[in-house]
């Protein structure tokens, strides 16, 4: 599954994403998810809880995808 989410301002942290989507239950299970190595941002593994996402950028957590666009 594709998510489609507008970035307001000029970045969302990564456990806020997670969150926001519905990809992760809550802002712990998104810290869980990024240290268990399942999150990857454009390609590569992502490691930091807080990493600032901006639009262009893509994310895949488990089998599932958000692509980052501008509000």
């Given at each position: 599954?594709?998510?489609h989410?507008?970035?307001?301002?000029?970045?969302?942290?990564?456990?806020?994403?997670?969150?926001?989507?519905?990809?992760?239950a809550?802002?712990?299970?998104?810290?869980?998810?990024?240290a268990?190595g399942?999150?990857?941002?454009?390609g590569?593994?992502?490691?930091?809880?807080?990493?600032?996402?901006r639009?262009?950028?893509?994310?895949?957590?488990?089998?599932?995808s958000?692509?980052?666009?501008?509000?």
């Open positions: 599954m594709t998510i989410f507008a970035v307001r301002g000029d970045y969302i942290p990564l456990d806020q994403l997670l969150k926001a989507t519905g990809l992760c809550s802002g712990g299970a998104a810290h869980a998810a990024v268990e399942r999150v990857k941002v454009d590569d593994v992502e490691t930091r809880k807080r990493a600032k996402l639009a262009g950028q893509r994310v895949e957590i488990d089998g599932d958000v692509e980052l666009s501008a509000e």
